[in-house]
């Protein structure tokens, strides 16, 4: 009995102390389907577009590296749960399921990994932008 209750101690430690993958670097995300970026991005055009493409309503755009580096870091579960439940930011609040009210849970994940997809994307495309401007610039 006592070993039982220590075995679970002992997963119940191991549990908590994991470190969450760096959604870049998972391979959920490495692997996501054309068609699954689809469904993503649908949700993203009809909803989580409006606060995060440029940053409005307090929500942190795309566009910012430094900012999504961060969000990264902390692991699918964690954004996840974020988007699901809603958030209150330091500038806005989300809303529950980034208010995507008629989202299934399984299109929210979609585009949770959607908006990380595009983030790499613009951000790669912003620091080529940047490097051609200083070409030019003479
Ligand atoms: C009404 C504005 C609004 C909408 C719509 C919205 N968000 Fe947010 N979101 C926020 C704010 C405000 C925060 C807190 C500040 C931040 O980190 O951007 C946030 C935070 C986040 C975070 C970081 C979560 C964390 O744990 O730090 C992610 C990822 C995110 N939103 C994704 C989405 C997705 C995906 C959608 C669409 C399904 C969406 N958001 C829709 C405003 C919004």
Redesign the pocket.
């Known amino acids: 009995m006592q070993r039982t209750i220590l075995f679970f101690t002992y997963l119940f430690m191991v549990g908590c102390s994991k470190e969450p993958v760096n959604i870049y670097e998972s391979e959920e995300f490495k692997k996501i389907s054309p068609k699954d970026l689809v469904v993503?991005e649908s949700?993203?055009v009809t909803?989580?577009?409006?606060?995060?493409m440029y940053?409005?309503?307090?929500?942190?755009s795309v566009l910012d590296k430094v900012?999504f580096d961060k969000?990264a870091a902390?692991g699918f579960d964690?954004?996840y749960?974020?988007?699901l439940n809603g958030?209150?930011?330091?500038?806005?609040?989300?809303?529950p399921?980034?208010?995507?009210y008629s989202?299934s849970e399984d299109e929210?994940k979609k585009?949770?990994y959607?908006?990380?997809n595009l983030a790499q994307i613009v951000q790669e495309a912003e620091i080529i932008n940047q490097s051609v401007g200083e070409e030019n610039s003479y």
């Open positions: 993503g949700v993203w909803t989580c577009f409006r606060c995060h940053g409005s309503m307090g929500g942190a900012h969000l902390k964690h954004i749960s974020s988007v958030l209150a930011g330091e500038k806005g609040v989300m809303p399921k980034g208010s995507c989202c929210l585009a949770v959607y908006i990380f």
